[in-house]
């Protein structure tokens, strides 16, 4: 009896384990059915590109490269020791941020769950993309 109760709290367990470790999945990179996202890209408070695009996409740095593969969009970008680092962005043309001018890419969501949750947009390789997210670039002059 007590091998038996041994094996039944070891396999309840392993599926505990299992079902955690699926939900962690889950919350921090979404899934993978299409989405629609909407993008907007804004230089000087001019917005420069508006458009809902459908993705499969897990994360923003995801879809930002897959829109750049796409040739939807121009993407520059650094890895830094915070994640995914925007450093030029555009459509025609391709605008990059200028630290002699104060000028950096930034991005901020009004309905992503993470976003709203932190009150503000973390990494965009740490930020899940769900479906009818919006987001918005902006090379904008940082001031502090």
């Known amino acids: 009896m007590k091998k038996d109760t041994k094996r039944i709290i070891i396999a309840a367990s392993l599926i505990g384990v299992m079902l955690g470790g699926y939900s962690i999945y889950k919350n ?40 750049k593969d796409q040739k939807i969009i121009q993407l520059e970008a650094e890895n830094s020791t915070y994640g995914m680092f925007i450093t030029g962005m555009g459509t025609d043309q391709l ?33 899940a993309v769900q479906d009818q997210d919006t987001f918005v670039f902006a090379l904008s002059k940082y001031e502090e």
Request: aromatic fraction near 8%.
């Open 28 to 67: 921090t990179l979404g899934d993978s059915k299409e989405k629609k996202v909407e993008i907007v890209i804004e230089v000087d408070q001019n917005e420069i590109f508006h458009n809902t695009v459908s993705t499969n996409s897990k994360t923003l740095a995801d879809l930002l490269n897959e829109m």
């Open 95 to 127: 605008y990059r941020q200028d630290a002699a001018q104060g000028l950096y890419w930034t991005y901020t969501s009004d309905n992503n769950e993470q976003c709203v949750k932190e009150s503000f947009c973390p990494a965009a390789d740490a930020l």
